[in-house]
């Protein structure tokens, strides 16, 4: 079993960077892979990075390429999400997920624990 809590969403202006945290509570956090998602009112959960569980793999989303990051602290069972360049279209409720797995970790379908989430509004 593995709670994730999720913190540090909030409303900032475009341009301006976010700083999203996960914390898990199991013991063997180092052996799942974490995952970033978010969902926009009306829209479909859509993928945003993720890091397996070694920490040597990162993956983004075509959208945040090159804006965002996924840092990751196994001795603290944390991981990140670094915001910059934040956008209107970046708004979101936003969601960490872990998998045991290690293959479609683009797919909200490979992840099973999730957080609550958090709300990130971006304003123009």
């Known amino acids: 079993q593995v709670q994730l809590v999720e913190s540090g969403g909030g409303l900032v202006q475009a341009g301006d960077s976010l700083r999203l945290s996960c914390a898990a509570s199991?013991?063997?956090?180092?052996?799942?892979?974490m995952g970033w998602f978010r969902q926009a009112p009306g829209k479909e959960r859509e993928f945003v990075a993720y890091?397996?569980?070694?920490?040597?793999?990162?993956y983004y989303a075509d959208s945040v390429k090159g804006r965002f990051t996924i840092p990751r602290d196994t001795a603290k069972k944390t991981v990140a999400l670094q915001m910059n360049s934040l956008q209107p279209e970046d708004t979101a409720v936003y969601y960490c997920?872990?998998?045991?797995?290690?293959?479609?970790?683009?797919?909200?379908?490979?992840?099973?624990?999730w957080g609550q989430g958090t709300q990130v509004t971006v304003s123009s």
């Open positions: 997920a872990a998998a045991a797995g290690r293959s479609s970790l683009s797919r909200p379908d490979a992840y099973y624990y």
């Open positions: 199991s013991g063997t956090f180092d052996r799942y892979a």
């Open positions: 890091i397996v569980w070694s920490g040597a793999i990162t």
